[in-house]
C-alpha cells in the first residue's frame, strides 16, 4: 500500500513529464527570478547661496519698541522702616 506522500509524489512526477527530482526544486524560469539591483541614483545637490543679493527693508520699516529704557527701569528702593 502506497502513503499519501508516494502518491503525490508520483502525480508530481506524472505532470512534469514523469522527471522524478526526488522532491520540491526552485524554479528557474527567468520570470521567476529576482531582478537584478538598479543603481543608486546620485545625491541631491546642495543649493548655492546667493551672498550677492540684498534683501529690501520691509514696508512698513522696522519695529520700533516702546521705550524699553522705561519698561526695565529699577524702582527706587524704599528705606527699610524701623519698628522698634
Do not use: H
Request: with cysteine; net charge positive.
Amino acid at each position: 500500500m502506497e502513503s499519501s506522500a508516494d502518491t503525490v509524489l508520483a502525480a508530481a512526477a506524472a505532470m512534469d513529464g514523469g522527471y522524478d527530482c526526488g522532491g520540491w526544486e526552485t524554479p528557474k524560469r527567468e520570470e521567476c527570478r529576482i531582478p537584478a539591483t538598479l543603481p543608486c541614483p546620485a545625491a541631491p545637490r546642495k543649493a548655492v547661496p546667493d551672498l550677492g543679493k540684498r534683501r529690501a527693508p520691509p514696508k512698513n520699516g522696522y519695529f520700533q519698541p516702546p521705550d524699553l529704557e522705561a519698561l526695565f527701569a529699577l524702582a527706587p528702593r524704599r528705606q527699610a522702616s524701623s519698628c522698634a
